[in-house]
């Protein structure tokens, strides 16, 4: 199986912007699609973004959409997840979650792998 590590969250103002990173161990990276999620306290893990195993498919939650940009790079065997213009209610910890598929969508019951979470925490 394989083992996802996330890093790269922090605190930041509202309008600002982090990079997190998922790094993958453990089984050929790029024969998993990979998605990013985020659950608020007292909330449901919700779908934040997905990429195929090559890259070249990718899909966002309305409510990131134009704001957060996913990406991979297999040789490095990481994901990465760009957010810019940060809200408040972006506040969560994000999870980066792995499929042994070219695909997967935004269930979180599609991936059987998942990292321990980072904590984002953006402030108004």
């Known amino acids: 199986q394989v083992q996802l590590v996330e890093s790269g969250g922090g605190l930041v103002q509202a309008g600002g912007s982090l990079r997190l990173s998922c790094a993958a161990s453990g089984r050929t990276f790029s024969n998993y699609a990979m998605g990013w999620f985020r659950q608020a306290p007292g909330k449901e893990r919700e779908f934040v973004s997905r990429?195929?195993?090559?890259?070249?498919?990718?899909g966002y939650a309305d409510s990131v959409k134009g704001r957060f940009t996913i990406s991979r790079d297999n040789a490095k065997n990481t994901v990465y997840l760009q957010m810019n213009s940060l809200k408040p209610e972006d506040t969560a910890v994000y999870y980066c979650?792995?499929?042994?598929?070219?695909?997967?969508?935004?269930?979180?019951?599609?991936?059987?792998?998942w990292g321990q979470g980072t904590q984002v925490t953006v402030s108004s």
């Open positions: 990429i195929s195993r090559s890259g070249r498919s990718t």
């Open positions: 979650a792995a499929t042994y598929s070219d695909y997967a969508g935004s269930y979180a019951g599609s991936y059987p792998y």
